[in-house]
């Protein structure tokens, strides 16, 4: 599977995002992808109104302390957000992004390898390989 050899390739494939996603939620920690994927969507609004709204919903929703799905970044990172969601940009959340990307392919990522919901699904994948070439099996 191409999306297994690094993270660019597993967030920009669906059965690999939904693969990663669903380990991220048995280690409690499905916050980081939904932050991120929330940034990735939040870079493609154009209108000042809708970027303002998105922003504040991100801010609520993963950066204040005690937000629902509060991530995990340092205090200067979330403090410089913090300042500067009364007139967001498109580029508010950027240093957080990047932060979660690392901790995701430094931390999850290799875990996410080594797991039994990664293992089951190559084991799937290659008996269905087999079954296309091998139909008895």
Known sequence: MAWSENMDTLLTNQAG??????FLK??????NVEFW??????????????????ARMIYSEFIEADAPKEINIDFSTRDLI??????????C????????????????FPRFLKSEIYKKLVNSKE??????WLPFL
């Open 17 to 22: 995002l939904d693969a990663f996603r669903t």
């Open 127 to 132: 008996i269905g390989n087999h079954k296309k």
């Open 82 to 91: 913090s300042k500067n969601i009364a007139e967001p940009t498109i580029k």
């Open 93 to 108: 959340f950027d240093e957080a992004q990047k932060l979660i990307y690392s901790l995701m392919a430094k931390d999850s």
């Open 37 to 54: 994927l929330a940034c990735e969507d939040f870079k493609k609004t154009e209108s000042a109104e809708k970027i303002a709204s998105k």
């Open 26 to 31: 048995s280690e409690f920690s499905e916050e």
